[in-house]
């Protein structure tokens, strides 16, 4: 089955503890994206990777990183230093311009 | 920042009516593409539009390509309660770059 996986889909942690969230797809796909949502609020980007060993800054990087070292996977890590981390994270592939979503997962700091 | 303004921001209607969203820009798109988002999941998509004045349909799902390239519309007809949830629109710019633009959404509540 083609798809995006993303685990765990609900994560807690205790303040200032970094926290890293997976994700993988086996579409083959060159590009990914990792967005973050708000209780009734569109999506924010945080990251996006073309091409394996290479990613960028979205519009809301800062307390956020990244790694792309292999083609299926793009882990998120949560640091200490975002101030306010609780929210649904949601992962992404593309191949040309349309993208495809994982499940999501919905990190609580407590 | 490039903005894609989503109306209406929710919508509540009765079973079996149909409903129009649509999304607007003062900036120009190469793609348009419509998600659904159920509470608690990824957005899933229902119609990538590639053309401008490019009409597509996706069983009681219909979605449009602006002439302009700077809108977009979906309806939904004979709606069902299975279709509520969130409705978001996105938009690949044509300036280049890599960066996909999310509109808002349209929250749509269906009354059985």
């Known amino acids: 089955d083609g798809g995006i996986t993303q685990s765990p889909k609900y994560l807690f942690r205790k303040e200032g503890q970094n926290v890293t969230l997976s994700c993988e797809q086996n579409?083959?796909?060159?590009?990914m994206y990792w967005y973050r949502q708000d209780p009734g609020q569109g999506l924010r980007l945080i990251y996006y990777?073309?091409?394996?060993?290479?990613?960028q800054k979205g519009d809301i990087a800062e307390g956020y990183s990244v790694s792309r070292e292999k083609k299926e996977s793009f882990p998120l890590t949560v640091t200490s230093a975002q101030k306010n981390p609780t929210a649904f994270y949601l992962c992404a592939s593309s191949q040309g311009d349309t993208q495809y979503f994982g499940p999501g997962t919905r990190l609580t700091v407590l | 920042g490039q903005q894609l303004n989503q109306s209406p921001q929710s919508m509540f209607i009765q079973e079996g009516e149909d409903v129009s969203m649509n999304c607007t820009s003062s900036s120009i798109f190469n793609t348009w593409l419509w998600y659904k988002q159920d509470p608690g999941e990824g957005p899933v998509l229902l119609i990538a539009?590639?053309?401008?004045?490019e009409l597509t349909s996706n069983g009681r799902l219909t979605a449009q390509f602006g002439i302009t390239r700077k809108d977009s519309f979906l309806n939904i007809s004979a709606s069902i309660p299975s279709d509520v949830g969130i409705y978001f629109c996105?938009?690949?710019?044509?300036?280049?770059?890599?960066?996909?633009?999310f509109g808002a959404g349209t929250r749509l509540f269906v009354k059985a």
């Open positions: 539009l590639y053309k401008a004045g």
């Open positions: 990777s073309q091409i394996v060993n290479d990613f």
């Open positions: 579409l083959n796909h060159d590009a």
């Open positions: 996105a938009g690949q710019l044509s300036t280049g770059g890599f960066k996909t633009i």
